[in-house]
């Protein structure tokens, strides 16, 4: 398997540009996250998929952020308009059922907003 | 507020000795508890997980510990290599179910890690 795939790896942006980032999880976990990191907030968790379905998204900062599950394969988290607050490293990760045999992330998306 | 500490400052230690790494955690009741490496410019990756109900779990060099009086974790890594050197993160979850009933799984929250050094 070749793991938990992101795109793009890197992405720079202007302040008000609308931003996709995409993950495509391992097949067979259930579960997807979306995190983000920054040197100030460490690692925080944005939104949490089970079997496609938004299960808590208490963790995405404001409306500007939006996340979508379509299928069991593919994930996009979205920022518009963006700013340069929202720059930092996004990871996905997923997980097969209670995530008990760890999480598996992918590499991040490093955004900057400039 | 639920609270995860991990020594944010930077661990230095001579090759071959043991390094030990702190976890507390607070406000919290975790079913178990993960233990992750990263490296820069990548994701963390699984280490070792270690239930509420045991006290001890190794793997290789790699030992961890889980008090649930004291709510802390300790890892320990073994006779340290330089490639032992990296950011070692703690992540307490408590296990819960969606409305539905059905086990929605568990969410990680992470600790603000610490970066481990080892020196040849």
């Known amino acids: 398997d070749a793991g938990v795939i992101q795109s793009p790896r890197h992405e720079v942006t202007e302040m008000g540009q609308e931003v996709t980032l995409r993950c495509k999880p391992i097949?067979?976990?259930?579960?997807l996250f979306w995190y983000r990191q920054t040197m100030m907030r460490g690692l925080e968790l944005l939104i949490y998929?089970?079997?496609?379905?938004?299960?808590?998204d208490s963790g995405m900062p404001e409306d500007r952020f939006s996340a979508k599950m379509p299928n069991a394969s593919f994930s996009t988290l979205k920022i518009q308009p963006s700013e340069p607050r929202d720059s930092a490293v996004y990871f996905c990760?997923?997980?097969f059922g209670t995530g008990a045999g760890g999480y598996t992330f992918g590499s991040g998306t490093r955004l900057t907003v400039v | 507020s639920q609270k995860i500490e991990q020594n944010s400052e930077a661990l230095n230690i001579q090759e071959g000795k043991t390094a030990t790494l702190t976890c507390n955690y607070t406000?919290?009741?975790?079913?178990?508890l993960q233990w992750y490496r990263q490296d820069p410019g990548r994701g963390p990756v699984f280490l070792l997980l270690?239930?509420?109900?045991?006290k001890e779990k190794r793997k290789e060099r790699l030992k961890v510990t889980f008090d649930t009086t004291l709510k802390q974790s300790l890892f320990h890594i073994t006779a340290s290599q330089p490639a032992d050197s990296a950011t070692y993160l703690c992540?307490?979850?408590?296990?819960?179910?969606?409305?539905?009933?059905?086990?929605?799984?568990?969410?990680?929250?992470f600790g603000g890690g610490t970066r481990l050094m080892v020196k040849p």
């Open positions: 990760a997923s997980s």
């Open positions: 097949s067979g976990h259930n579960s």
């Open positions: 998929f089970n079997n496609n379905v938004p299960i808590d």
């Open positions: 406000n919290y009741s975790p079913a178990y």
């Open positions: 270690i239930r509420e109900n045991e």
């Open positions: 992540a307490p979850s408590p296990s819960y179910n969606s409305p539905s009933g059905n086990n929605a799984g568990n969410m990680l929250t």
